[in-house]
């Protein structure tokens, strides 16, 4: 296949690079251009990919894995001697160059004269994106003259029940992908052509839109949000239909739309509070929260996404508790606070869940902010513990979620069409921040100190601090739905008096 490029410009391409211009030009252009404006997050997917890869290895015999990162590393010309020597059966992080792309196979796996190309995930079922991903792989191997018999997809089997004394046999599960990444490579080979030819030194314009999150979260989408106005509509909630008719009529902040214009009333009441400046609460609110009987449990979980399962009983991709916080607050307006964290490197899960049954008692409403992960959790912890099946499902009938409430009842601009409890607080509640926290300030940080800690990453002094971390990072988020609650009535009282 002839892979055609701009020959104005030689422009020097990475598959990652290329995956992040097929989401959107501006990105990639960005991406080489203005890096600084980028605002990435360490995630815990990333070292859960790299352990997925290593033991994707194990199930192909006698490889070869590629020096990359090696003082005298020579990727391209060491992958090239290992095609050529036939005594070897697989190579491991292949590296090839063609038109300027590189690309690092996962697995090159002989198949008589030919190879069978294989990129590993991490996820239990194939997505698109990850046909645009080993299409690029296939365009830049057969480019450079590699015969491919194969292109396959290894996934993990998402039925697969963990046993220690079963080891990880039929984790993976191999997907012949060829003939939708033949078809496809077609059409890509001619979309990397014209990003090249595009990626002049005139930044593309482009605005926030749905396209900003699929396949993955951009990071510059806050830079082109700025770019949008202080209140860019791509903020409106719910909205995809509706930002696209903004845009057509060349309407990029929330302040410029028309009266109108828009029909949801969720919209009209965004783009009311927006211009005004002032937040909105309905005191029906109140009266729904008043009616909430005492003792009142605010409940939050922490928990892990293990990608290759730890502990018996647990599935690929199974979310395991690690850490709950529950504020109790009684109707005379005591406050308690009680909580749970296991960073043992053992199955917490047993041990979750008896302390959330003693801790939660058997009557008062379970506040939660959104329902759907804590109510998920607790379902999964009672297939797991049948004899405690009963009470955990009594904690899930329980359950009273904050979310909708504050959702329907309170807005203010400073949210930007966000109901996140991250958004919510600091505009009821000005003197509470999460930003004042330590080296644990969201979920994905959570996650990540929970991984340093059980990998043995940390020093004994830093998982103590850690630990503390978590501890008080969970904290905040049930008294952060305490103080919520406490700050709506009182805000309805006051306007009941005014």
Known sequence: MT??????????????????????????????????????????????????????????????????????????????????????????????????TDVFVDILERDGDSWNLIEVKSSSSIKDTYIDDVSVQYLVVAGTGVAISRVELMILNRNLIYRTNQGYDGLFIREDVTDR???????????????????????????????????????????????????????????????????????????????????????????RATLTGQAELDDEAARVLNRLDYPRYYLDFEAINLAIPRWDNSRPNQQHPFQWSCHIQYQDGTLAHEDFLDVSGFDPRRKFAESLIAVCGHSGPVIVYNQQFEKGIIKSLAIQSSDLSDALLALNQRIFDLLPVVKKYYYHPHMKGSWSIKKVLPCLLPDLHYSDLGAVQDGLMAQSAYLDITAGRSSTEQTEALSADLREYCKLDTYAMVAIVDRLCELSRHQATT
């Open 3 to 100: 892979w055609k490029t701009s020959q104005s410009a030689v422009m020097h391409l990475t598959k990652s690079a290329v995956l992040a211009g097929l989401q959107c030009d501006k990105r990639l252009f960005l991406l080489l251009n203005r890096p600084e404006l980028a605002k990435t997050r360490h995630s815990p997917l990333a070292q859960s990919g790299i352990e997925v890869g290593k033991l994707a290895r194990t199930t192909v015999s006698d490889g070869v894995l590629v020096d990359r990162f090696g003082a005298d590393a020579q990727p391209y010309d060491q992958t090239q001697a290992l095609v050529n020597d036939p005594q070897v059966n697989a190579i491991f992080e292949a590296g090839f160059r063609y038109q300027d």
């Open 181 to 271: 990444v033949i078809v496809h490579s077609h059409l890509l080979a001619d979309r990397i052509a014209q990003l090249r030819q595009n990626m002049t030194s005139t930044e593309p314009e482009r605005h926030v839109d749905g396209h900003c999150n699929k396949p993955f979260p951009c990071e510059f989408k806050s830079y082109c949000e700025q770019q949008d106005g202080d209140y860019p509509v791509s903020a409106l909630p719910n909205a995809a239909k509706a930002i696209q008719m903004l845009y057509a009529n060349g309407i990029y902040d929330i302040r410029n739309i028309p009266a109108g214009m828009l029909s949801s009333e969720t919209h009209i009441r965004v783009h």
